[in-house]
């Protein structure tokens, strides 16, 4: 079950971080800074403090801070996405 929710935890934070990257650049082909700002801070905020979600769900990469920039991009979201997230994934633990 651990392997299992490493697992929908990795599409998670993938899905996240390819929808803000969508997100970045819109239709009229302009790059929306705030979001940029967004993602350079959490990437920055999640290897300086060593925060990595996937880890913390038994899934370790062998590339030194892919789990903290992962993280980093979750931060980037928010928190109301990481708390949904969390939400869900101890919904589906019990």
């Known amino acids: 079950m651990d392997k299992f929710l ?5 599409a998670v934070v993938i899905e996240g971080a390819v929808s803000y990257m969508n ?15 967004a993602i ?8 300086c403090y060593d925060l990595d979600l996937l880890a913390m769900f038994g ?3 062998p590339m030194p801070f892919v789990g903290n920039i992962l993280t980093g991009f979750l931060l980037s979201r928010g928190s109301n996405y990481i708390a949904d997230t969390l939400k869900f ?3 589906y633990s019990q």
Do not use: H
Request: glycine fraction near 12%; include cysteine; aromatic fraction near 8%.
């Open 40 to 47: 350079i801070l959490g990437v920055f905020v999640g290897v």
């Open 23 to 37: 997100m970045i650049v819109s239709p009229e082909k302009s790059i929306k800074w705030q979001c940029v700002a």
């Open 6 to 10: 490493g697992i929908v935890m990795t």
């Open 59 to 61: 899934v370790y990469s």
């Open 89 to 91: 994934l101890r919904g």
